[in-house]
């Protein structure tokens, strides 16, 4: 067999098992990198892998930590699912995160002490939200006035919106610097009526519960109403959407409004809910990047979003459980490592479900049929 006859064909049926096959396989071949890399540092995968379900999941304060760092991966990971599914790829929710949270801190600070919780707190989040749309407006209007990949434009901007936070708090006298840190800059503690309510003495705070009730209103507006149904034409195929007389500039303005508005509110949560201030280092956590896992293994489904979070959550939650194991440290970048890998199977994995390896010259691409009763539009279709 010729190697050079060797090519990729779409698959005519992609099965549903497969759909499921796919994040599972994912999550288990990462597990399996994962045990491999303990093994070879002088660690026994069936003493970590139980200790990180534990420290994660078995225990009230344990379960709670892994909700409250699922939180943020909710709305970053529902940014990355309403863009990818209909063929629009916002790399950049980590630096609408940043943007969110430079906004929801700025709002709570210029509001200041007299403002009631009431009224902060849903100011806070609508800053954040407004601040993360806000930081997609150019990728946005690049790409649907002149073509401009928002891939390029959304990751460029993740390196622009994490300097200028940075620049705020270290470089500069602020408005969000506190001008009474001398040894060390921080951002300015924002009013307590600013801060998220919190669930008993746990980190959980009220940011879950509008993650949460984010992607249920996401969900049914996709499914449910007319929004929604032409935005699934568009993703299927752009020149099925035009024949049909769907405005597609639109349409990709609205897509990428909406993933920038929810990671945005990401930062504003984490404002709100856990930092209190403007800060740099511990936002700067990758919640951007590990939303596109989150939604890559959901399936760019918005209720599963919630699921996958939890999960993801709970494996950076567990990390630094791992340092109390007898026998040696066990490194805290397993986690992190665990996570670019399910990301790579995942993709891997993707690939493979939508085609197939064929040999042979006949490069014909296979009919378009449609899964579950979503049409799939074969890519040979050309445009009007």
Same mark, same amino acid.
């Given at each position: 067999?010729?190697?050079?006859?060797?090519?990729?064909?779409?698959?005519?049926?992609?099965?549903?098992?497969?759909?499921?096959?796919?994040?599972?396989?994912?999550?288990?071949?990462?597990?399996?990198?994962?045990?491999?890399?303990?093994?070879?540092?002088?660690?026994?995968?069936?003493?970590?892998?139980?200790?990180?379900?534990?420290?994660?999941?078995?225990?009230?304060?344990?379960?709670?930590?892994?909700?409250?760092?699922?939180?943020?991966?909710?709305?970053?990971?529902?940014?990355?699912?309403?863009?990818?599914?209909?063929?629009?790829?916002?790399?950049?929710?980590?630096?609408?995160?940043?943007?969110?949270?430079?906004?929801?801190?700025?709002?709570?600070?210029?509001?200041?002490?007299?403002?009631?919780?009431?009224?902060?707190?849903?100011?806070?989040?609508?800053?954040?939200? /407004?601040?993360?749309?806000?930081?997609?407006?150019?990728?946005?209007?690049?790409?649907?006035?002149?073509?401009?990949?928002?891939?390029?434009?959304?990751?460029?901007?993740?390196?622009?919106?994490?300097?200028?936070?940075?620049?705020?708090?270290?470089?500069?006298?602020?408005?969000?610097?506190?001008?009474?840190?001398?040894?060390?800059?921080?951002?300015?503690?924002?009013?307590?009526?600013?801060?998220?309510?919190?669930?008993?003495?746990?980190?959980?705070?009220?940011?879950?519960?509008?993650?949460?009730?984010?992607?249920?209103?996401?969900?049914?507006?996709?499914?449910?109403?007319?929004?929604?149904?032409?935005?699934?034409?568009?993703?299927?195929?752009?020149?099925?959407?035009?024949?049909?007389?769907?405005?597609?500039?639109?349409?990709?303005?609205?897509?990428?409004?909406?993933?920038?508005?929810?990671?945005? /509110?990401?930062?504003?949560?984490?404002?709100?809910?856990?930092?209190?201030?403007?800060?740099?280092?511990?936002?700067?956590?990758?919640?951007?990047?590990?939303?596109?896992?989150?939604?890559?293994?959901?399936?760019?489904?918005?209720?599963?979003?919630?699921?996958?979070?939890?999960?993801?959550?709970?494996?950076?939650?567990?990390?630094?459980?791992?340092?109390?194991?007898?026998?040696?440290?066990?490194?805290?970048?397993?986690?992190?490592?665990?996570?670019?890998?399910?990301? /790579?199977?995942?993709?891997?994995?993707?690939?493979?479900?939508?085609?197939?390896?064929?040999?042979?010259?006949?490069?014909?691409?296979?009919?378009?049929?449609?899964?579950?009763?979503?049409?799939?539009?074969?890519?040979?279709?050309?445009?009007?």
């Amino acid at each position: 067999m010729n190697l050079r006859d060797v090519h990729l064909e779409r698959r005519a049926r992609v099965r549903p098992w497969q759909l499921v096959a796919v994040p599972v396989a994912s999550v288990a071949a990462a597990l399996l990198v994962g045990a491999v890399f303990l093994a070879l540092t002088g660690h026994n995968p069936a003493v970590v892998y139980p200790a990180m379900l534990r420290a994660a999941y078995t225990t009230w304060f344990g379960f709670t930590d892994t909700l409250a760092s699922a939180t943020p991966l909710v709305l970053t990971g529902l940014a990355a699912a309403v863009a990818f599914r209909f063929g629009l790829y916002n790399i950049g929710a980590e630096g609408q995160l940043y943007v969110g949270a430079i906004a929801a801190s700025g709002a709570a600070l210029a509001l200041g002490e007299a403002v009631p919780a009431a009224v902060m707190a849903p100011a806070v989040l609508l800053a954040g939200l /407004l601040g993360g749309m806000a930081w997609m407006a150019v990728p946005a209007a690049a790409r649907a006035w002149l073509g401009t990949s928002e891939i390029i434009t959304t990751l460029l901007g993740n390196y622009v919106a994490l300097y200028w936070m940075r620049y705020l708090i270290f470089g500069s006298a602020s408005f969000w610097r506190d001008p009474t840190s001398t040894n060390f800059p921080q951002g300015t503690p924002i009013p307590a009526a600013a801060e998220l309510a919190e669930l008993g003495m746990t980190r959980v705070h009220v940011g879950l519960a509008v993650a949460v009730l984010a992607a249920v209103l996401l969900a049914v507006v996709l499914a449910r109403t007319r929004l929604g149904f032409q935005l699934r034409v568009y993703g299927d195929s752009e020149a099925a959407a035009r024949y049909a007389g769907i405005d597609v500039r639109r349409a990709v303005l609205v897509v990428l409004a909406t993933s920038g508005a929810l990671a945005g /509110l990401a930062g504003a949560s984490e404002i709100g809910g856990r930092a209190h201030q403007l800060d740099p280092q511990g936002l700067a956590l990758g919640l951007g990047y590990a939303g596109i896992i989150v939604a890559a293994l959901a399936r760019y489904n918005p209720l599963a979003v919630v699921g996958v979070a939890v999960l993801l959550g709970g494996l950076r939650n567990a990390g630094t459980a791992l340092q109390s194991l007898p026998g040696g440290r066990v490194p805290v970048a397993i986690s992190t490592m665990l996570e670019g890998a399910i990301l /790579l199977f995942t993709l891997a994995g993707e690939l493979f479900v939508r085609y197939r390896l064929r040999s042979g010259r006949g490069h014909g691409a296979a009919p378009a049929v449609a899964t579950e009763g979503a049409p799939v539009i074969s890519p040979a279709e050309p445009a009007p």
